[in-house]
């Protein structure tokens, strides 16, 4: 038996086409960029989360000599969050993505596998989807409402 699957997105040229949130995450995300540590891959990835109360924590990714050690932008706000605001749901995540000097080639830069089962299991916890928004630096912006659609066949603790 053959089944499909459908993934629903939305996908935007600019960030103008943003709401007032979805472009102070975006430029959040971007600053956050610049701060990652990456004198091995050259690859900038930076991320910004917002908090049912509000708040945006931001992340970057941050690399080590001994591979791999080092950890994702998405990886480190929402560890950063789960540590500091443990009872706080994540509303929405935006990830901006690409070589430190920017190429038109760049594509909108996604979660890797490893962030989007870290998500996952936020997004398990709190009972509640999270929006997924990824990016590069020429405002090509792609949304899913959760993520699950980024990750349709999940791990989760229903399995254990």
């Keep these: 038996m053959k089944k499909e699957l459908t993934l629903n997105f939305d996908y ?7 709401s007032d949130i979805e472009k102070t995450l975006f430029e959040k995300a971007k600053t956050a ?3 990652a540590y990456a004198p091995y891959s050259d690859f900038f990835v930076g991320c910004a989360v917002l908090l049912e109360n509000g708040e945006i924590i931001c992340g970057n990714n941050q690399e080590n000599a001994a591979f791999p050690s ?7 706000a929402v560890f950063y969050i789960g540590a500091n605001f443990p009872e706080q749901k994540i509303k929405k995540i935006f ?10 080639k760049t594509p909108a830069i996604p979660p890797c596998g490893a962030c989007r089962q870290s998500l996952m299991e936020y997004e398990t916890k ?10 590069n630096l020429k405002e090509e912006i792609y949304k899913v409402n959760a993520v699950k659609d980024l990750l349709p066949f999940y791990f989760d603790s229903t399995f254990l």
Excluded at 12 to 18: G, N, R
Excluded at 95 to 104: A, D, Q, T, Y
Excluded at 126 to 135: A, D, G, K, L, W
Aim: proline share 3%.
């Design 12 to 18: 935007f040229t600019a960030a103008a086409e943003l």
């Design 33 to 35: 960029r610049e701060k």
């Design 70 to 76: 080092g950890l994702c932008a998405e990886r480190t």
């Design 95 to 104: 990830i901006v993505g690409g070589p430190r000097i920017f190429s038109e």
């Design 126 to 135: 709190q009972h509640e989807n999270i929006e997924v928004y990824f990016s």
